[in-house]
């Protein structure tokens, strides 16, 4: 957790995207405990940091609180910034705080892809 003004400001040298927010979270996860599939080995930190990072995002919204998912960010320089352990692997930063009333989305906040683009499936 990222509350006070140095650790925020640390913060602002390894991402644009802070959003001057008064609390940023920083999810990670240990690549030494982190479950790994059997049959390729692949390490499944980054989906469970991502489930859990979603609920955090629910549960800010669920107290009244404003959140976005940032994961435009130099993993070398957070893990430099907040010394992390070589095992700790940094997944996404939450900015929380009340949102601006003068702030709107992206212009492309609402565009969306046709389903069919996106979508695809294969009957067996």
Request: hydrophobic letters at 40%; aromatic letters at 10%.
């Given at each position: 957790?990222?509350?006070?003004?140095?650790?925020?400001?640390?913060?602002?040298?390894?991402?644009?995207?802070?959003?001057?927010?008064?609390?940023?979270?920083?999810?990670c996860y240990d690549s030494i405990v982190s479950w790994k599939r059997s049959y390729d080995g692949k390490d499944m930190g980054e989906v469970d940091a991502?489930?859990?990072?979603?609920?955090?995002?629910l549960e800010a919204a669920n107290l009244g609180l404003g959140s976005t998912w940032v994961g435009h960010f130099d993993p070398e320089k957070?893990?430099?910034?907040?010394?992390?352990?070589?095992?700790?692997?940094?997944?996404?930063?939450?900015?929380?705080?009340?949102?601006d009333q003068a702030s709107?989305?992206?212009?492309?906040?609402?565009?969306?892809f046709d389903v069919s683009t996106t979508v695809f499936y294969n009957s067996f």
């Amino acid at each position: 957790m990222l509350n006070s003004e140095d650790r925020l400001d640390v913060l602002k040298t390894c991402t644009p995207y802070h959003f001057h927010a008064p609390l940023a979270m920083l999810v990670c996860y240990d690549s030494i405990v982190s479950w790994k599939r059997s049959y390729d080995g692949k390490d499944m930190g980054e989906v469970d940091a991502s489930i859990v990072a979603t609920h955090m995002m629910l549960e800010a919204a669920n107290l009244g609180l404003g959140s976005t998912w940032v994961g435009h960010f130099d993993p070398e320089k957070i893990k430099k910034a907040f010394p992390l352990p070589e095992n700790i692997i940094p997944v996404v930063l939450l900015p929380i705080g009340y949102p601006d009333q003068a702030s709107s989305p992206h212009p492309n906040h609402d565009k969306r892809f046709d389903v069919s683009t996106t979508v695809f499936y294969n009957s067996f």
